[in-house]
């Protein structure tokens, strides 16, 4: 089937606006992941949500950040009051349930100015 | 806390030599091992996977075996081609809070074949 996807594949715009990335994992996977990748540095892990249960929250950076997932389907990662260091490209990843493999969407280039 | 650190880059190399990008790792117990790859303009892809101390992974003629007494996954080729020029990301995964997986990364490195 279809692979992760993510949109807008590309976002600029001004600090202090609002953002919204979305995220479609692949169909049966129940386990979803948001990453950050700021440029020159690794992936850093933001949030992970499994099924109905609470959200491992303990990557974002700050209050700014949320996300929702509704059911085992779509995830939207919110960013607040955006800022200059918030620029990065945002990743989105999916896997099985109770399964160490996780497979990557293309990612949203955000760019704030 | 987990920590990976890999080779810094950029490596260069020509057609056909071989290559190797270092990877240690620092975590407790056992954690799964990966090398993800990220081609131009494209998303992150798997390209291997270790699960236990001594496991090779291996794909696309890329190898790297899990070596808990150095604590490394280092990546290996015998003949590397134009087409493998990427970014290679060096990660591991240990459960953590029920079914997380969470993956932490190494920074990358910038593998260049030229002709």
């Known amino acids: 089937g279809a692979g992760v996807s993510q949109s807008p594949s590309n976002k600029v715009t001004e600090k202090g606006k609002d953002v919204e990335l979305r995220c479609d994992p692949i169909s049966g996977h129940t386990a979803l992941y948001w990453y950050r990748q700021r440029l020159g540095q690794g992936l850093e892990f933001l949030i992970y949500?499994?099924?109905?249960?609470?959200?491992?929250k303990s990557g974002l950076p700050s209050d700014r950040f949320s996300a929702e997932r509704t059911g085992e389907s779509v995830s939207t990662l919110t960013i607040q009051r955006t800022q200059q260091e918030d620029s990065a490209v945002y990743l989105c990843?999916?896997?099985?349930?109770?399964?160490?493999?996780?497979?990557f969407g293309p990612g949203t280039r955000l760019t704030v100015l | 806390g987990n920590s990976v650190t890999q080779m810094e880059g950029p490596v260069t190399l020509s057609e056909e030599a071989f290559l190797t990008i270092n990877c240690t790792y620092t975590?407790?117990?056992?954690?799964?091992l990966f090398w993800y790859v990220q081609y131009p303009g494209e998303g992150l892809q798997l390209l291997l996977k270790a699960t236990k101390a001594d496991d090779k992974g291996s794909n696309k003629g890329f190898e790297a075996t899990y070596r808990k007494e150095t604590t490394s996954f280092h990546l290996e080729k015998g003949s590397v081609q134009v087409s493998d020029s990427a970014v290679y990301f060096c990660?591991?995964?240990?459960?953590?809070?029920?079914?997380?997986?969470?993956?932490?990364f190494g920074k990358g490195t910038l593998l260049t074949v030229n002709p």
């Open positions: 975590a407790t117990g056992y954690p799964s």
């Open positions: 990660a591991l995964s240990k459960r953590s809070g029920g079914s997380n997986y969470k993956l932490t």
């Open positions: 949500f499994q099924g109905n249960s609470a959200p491992d």
């Open positions: 990843a999916s896997s099985q349930y109770v399964t160490d493999t996780q497979y």
